[in-house]
């Protein structure tokens, strides 16, 4: 097994379900590809280990309802949420997001998010999804996109051949009883 990077030692908490445990995290070209006892692994091949001896190994959270879609562009890196363990976010789902950006709704659709993002250096100069998605990139960004059509079907065919997904905000009763572990 050729690894880039093994994370050494941590309590793996993988939110299955399943108990934490204590264990290695083998990374290969950006992706977990072993978790375990990997100390063979790196004793025989020599390779990049970070010592997480004591803190929690867990997946990045989903965070199903963010305005980070504006505050994005002010914070690129977006430190407030990755160093709480986010690493994917929703965003435009209560329809107050700035896609997409009529000119002649752009001055209150802001003022409405004054207080989520008040920079006011902050350029807003996008009409729709790819201009938002161009202003993202100016912010140095990395995004998949996904456009959250639920309130604004209309607007679907407009947006769906700028988007990698679409998403149709689909809403599934819940069940009677949900079964405890």
Known sequence: MVL????????????????RRRADVGM????????????????????????????????????????????????????SKVSQGVTTEI?????????????????????????IDPDPGVRWDWTDLAGYVAALGRADVETRRCVHAATRLSDLAEHESQADSISLGLVLPAPAAVPKR
């Open 91 to 115: 965003n435009g789902n209560c329809g107050m997001g700035g896609v997409p950006l009529p000119p002649a709704v752009a001055k209150i659709t802001r003022a409405a998010n004054a207080t």
């Open 28 to 79: 290969a070209d950006g992706r977990i590809v072993a978790i375990g006892d990997l100390s063979a692994v790196v004793a025989d091949r020599g390779v990049e280990c970070v010592d997480v001896d004591g803190l929690i190994v867990a997946p990045g959270f989903v965070d199903l309802h963010s305005h980070s879609d504006l505050t994005l562009l002010s914070d690129g890196r977006a430190r």
């Open 4 to 19: 880039d990077l093994v994370v050494v030692g941590g309590t793996v908490i993988d939110g299955t379900g399943g108990p």
